[in-house]
């Protein structure tokens, strides 16, 4: 099975829902809303894909400046071809096209713990998520 891997590759909403469903990713994401999904891939700036043939296997999609930080937000591998060694392909990939010295960062499930841990990522402990606006402190 030959893997292609393409850097900002357009995808339709329905191939990134259909893949992430075949996926523990497609638990947390609004799959149900065509818009949001949309939106998401719309305004990601760095998307990595993976492809056999011409079905969509694997998506590392990241918000980044390029050069100090880039947010890895899904990484998505369908269960079907997972232990190929595509996901740290789509990351390593899309270390390739950042800056040498910009950071990888990303907010995953407990269940990719230890799929993060293997690759090596290092764990760290001090993010913060404000969910809802109407929950911020204002003076």
């Given amino acids: 099975m030959e893997i292609e891997y393409k850097v900002n590759q357009p995808i339709t909403p329905n191939q990134y829902i259909e893949l992430v469903n075949k996926t523990t990713l497609g638990e947390r994401r609004p799959t149900a809303s065509e818009a949001t ?4 891939l719309d305004n990601s700036n760095l998307i990595v894909t993976a492809w056999v043939d011409e079905k969509l296997v694997g998506i590392a999609r990241s918000m980044t400046d390029f050069h100090s930080c880039c947010y890895l937000s899904d990484l998505a591998v369908d269960e079907s071809v997972q232990s190929m060694g595509i996901g740290k392909y789509l990351i390593l990939v899309t270390a390739e096209s950042i800056a040498e010295d910009c950071k990888i ?4 499930a407990p269940k990719a713990k230890s799929y993060y841990q293997k690759i090596g990522f290092t764990e760290h402990n001090s993010a913060w998520i404000l969910s809802d606006a109407s929950q911020l402190l204002l003076p």
């Fill in 37 to 40: 999904i949309k939106g998401m």
């Fill in 105 to 108: 960062v990303s907010l995953f």
